[in-house]
């Protein structure tokens, strides 16, 4: 589903060049769930946008279900990040004057798909998540970890393959964090495929497979192999 082969990449400013990734080998199978794990500035999220096609990688190979990054000009990328990936991220990313409905419903609007339509994904996205009874209330009117299931309907809208998750839980509490924790884990049950980034280590033992990135290399053998 993914690979990445001998991804390397580096930022390059004024004065400064920052190695983030060096030659990292990744295999993340169809259906798997991994947790990456490892220090800030370790080199995570550059990791997670080069898998979700946000950004190219210097030097390697970057392969979506089986078709190769470098085939693809800037805007089919676009389509097929649209497509593919859902992305949710610490800080929810939510709008705070449109409803949770109208919220959920962003993603589809560049969609050709009627309003009916729309409303209709939505309101399925958000009873996965549990929230079917919170589509009218604005984010405001919710807890942290409600917002973040509303941010976990909008990512899943559009039924993308790979769910990528920047520390999801990172703004949570551990009752509202187990709460999201049982929606990617029931979401991963149902055949999506997510990455996630977390620093708390009884979070990624849940998940299964742990990714550990140091100084923008993988460490140990588990990246080897999908499952
Ligand atoms: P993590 O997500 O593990 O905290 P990042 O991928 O954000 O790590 O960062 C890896 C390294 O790359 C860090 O040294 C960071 O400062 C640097 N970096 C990240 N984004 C940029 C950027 N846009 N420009 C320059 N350096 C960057
Ligand atoms: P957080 O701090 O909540 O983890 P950030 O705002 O730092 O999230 O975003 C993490 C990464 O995702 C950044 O590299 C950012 O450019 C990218 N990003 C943020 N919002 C979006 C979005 N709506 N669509 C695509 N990429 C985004």
Redesign the pocket.
């Known amino acids: 589903m993914i690979k990445l082969e001998k991804v390397s990449k580096t930022y390059r400013t004024d004065k400064v060049e920052t190695l983030a990734l060096k030659d990292i080998d990744l295999h993340v199978g169809k259906g798997e769930f991994v947790a990456m794990m490892g220090p800030s500035g370790c080199g995570k999220?550059t990791l997670l946008?080069i898998i979700g096609l946000?950004d190219r990688p210097g030097q390697g190979r970057v392969h979506i279900d089986g078709v190769a990054l470098s085939s693809y000009r800037d805007k089919d990328v676009a389509r097929l990040r649209n497509k593919t990936f859902g992305?949710i991220?610490?800080?929810f990313?939510l709008i705070p004057d449109l409803r949770v409905i109208d919220n959920v419903e962003l993603p589809l609007l560049y969609r050709s798909m009627g309003n009916g339509e729309r409303s209709r994904l939505a309101r399925e996205a958000l009873e996965r998540v549990g929230l079917g009874a919170r589509m009218e209330h604005f984010p405001n009117q919710l807890s942290g970890g409600q917002q973040q299931r509303v941010a976990i309907a909008r990512a899943i809208v559009g039924r993308p393959q790979i769910l990528l998750a920047?520390?999801p839980t990172g703004n949570l509490d551990s009752k509202m964090s187990a709460e999201v924790m049982d929606i990617l884990l029931k979401l991963n049950s149902e055949g999506t495929t997510i990455v996630m980034v977390t620093h708390d280590e009884q979070e990624a033992r849940r998940v299964g497979r742990i990714v550990r990135v140091f100084d923008g290399q993988l460490v140990g053998k588990e990246h080897a192999h999908a499952a």
């Open positions: 999220s946008n946000l992305f991220f610490q800080s990313h920047d520390e």
